[in-house]
Nanobody, 117 residues
């Protein structure tokens, strides 16, 4: 199991940038998966970006070219760099991690991102 704490959310204008951070309670170097989902009011939870097996990254089509996921193993932190933000990016962003392929998914508490028109 891993505890996750997100930070970096806030209010930004259209076209602006934010960087979200997700600090983990244990080494992230060996995690099976780590990444970000988002959930907007009235919508299903959507996968935004993830890192699988240490190096394989996936980015949702809706944010490709604007968002980047990265991690710093030295400080056990995963980042989501969000550029060219749009109002439709407004959501609660949740960090998640899976220790092993057969293991449960752990979630952070979420951080609110609001993009004004």
């Amino acid at each position: 199991q891993v505890q996750l704490v997100e930070s970096g959310g806030g209010l930004v204008e259209t076209g602006g940038s934010l960087r979200l951070s997700c600090a983990a309670s244990r080494s992230i170097a060996s995690l099976y998966k780590v990444g970000w989902y988002r959930q907007a009011p009235g919508k299903q939870r959507e996968l935004v970006a993830r890192i699988t097996g240490g190096s394989n990254t996936n980015i949702a089509d809706s944010v490709k070219g604007r968002f980047t996921i990265s991690r710093d193993n030295a400080v056990n932190t995963v980042y989501l760099q969000m550029n060219s933000l749009k109002p439709e990016d407004t959501a609660v962003y949740l960090c998640y991690a899976q220790v092993a392929v057969w293991g449960p998914i752990d979630w952070g508490q979420g951080t609110q991102v609001t993009v004004s028109a």
